[in-house]
């Protein structure tokens, strides 16, 4: 069971707009910084958004991050085929042995 | 070229042990803390172990303290990971990562795979 509680799964046809949603408690998501990571098939982990919203160099500005108190969200806009992945969110937690690194179970896009 | 490359993985039986490495180039290794972080096949991503720049602070997840050990060479460039009494839920794909230019994880390496069962 992932600290992060996140949609197994989303889908959303080529073109259109899709948002993952990662819920979490004042401990982790209330007081830190969360990011977003896309993993490919067969391929390690790649930082899609940190610091709640900004995006590292080289990522599209189709991808967005935000956060409302406990919870985040990552959208993508114009989906594309490509972007059919696993989506994870990550942030830090301190309600455990001094500040554990968390992260939300996975969601699976289908790009349809 | 920032690079990680993760080594040591392999199948190993109940309650052995293995040893994990990670050798860094293109940076000052000696600079950064260093991460370890698992995927069980199929599942989701886990946060093993971080280690400082000098080894100062060290952390674990609870799943795995008392059996992991991380450490670092700053002089070789390189993290390890010793683990000892190893489980079937200790079966994964172990990264390497690290926080170079953000304060998440935007280095990973490609992975090492490591299957304990008997």
């Known amino acids: 069971q992932s600290v992060l509680t996140q949609p197994p799964s989303v889908s959303a046809a080529p073109g259109q707009k899709v948002t993952i949603s990662c819920s979490g408690s004042s401990s982790n998501i209330g007081n830190n910084y969360v990011s977003w990571y896309q993993q490919l098939p067969g391929t390690a982990p790649k930082l899609l958004i940190y610091?709640?919203?900004k995006r590292p160099s080289g990522i599209p500005d189709r991808f967005s991050g935000s956060k409302s108190g406990t919870s985040a969200t990552l959208g993508i806009t114009g989906l594309q085929t490509g972007d059919e992945a696993d989506y994870y969110c990550?942030?830090?937690?301190?309600?455990?042995?001094?500040?554990?690194?968390?992260f939300g179970g996975g969601t699976k896009l289908t790009v349809l | 070229e920032v690079q990680l490359v993760e080594s040591g993985g392999g199948l190993v039986k109940p309650g052995g042990s293995l040893r994990l490495s990670c050798a860094a180039s293109g940076f000052t290794f000696s600079s950064y803390s260093m991460n370890w972080v698992r995927q069980a096949p199929g599942k989701g991503l886990e946060w093993v172990s971080s280690i400082s720049s000098s080894s100062s602070y060290i952390y674990y997840a609870d799943s795995v303290k008392g059996r992991f050990t991380i450490s670092r060479d700053n002089a070789k460039n390189s993290l390890y990971l010793q683990m000892n009494s190893l489980r079937a839920e200790d079966t994964a794909v172990y990264y390497c990562a690290m926080s170079m230019m953000t304060n998440a994880f935007d280095i990973w390496g490609q992975g090492t795979m490591v299957t304990v069962s008997s």
């Open positions: 990550g942030t830090w937690d301190s309600s455990l042995s001094a500040l554990d690194v968390v």
């Open positions: 610091d709640n919203n």
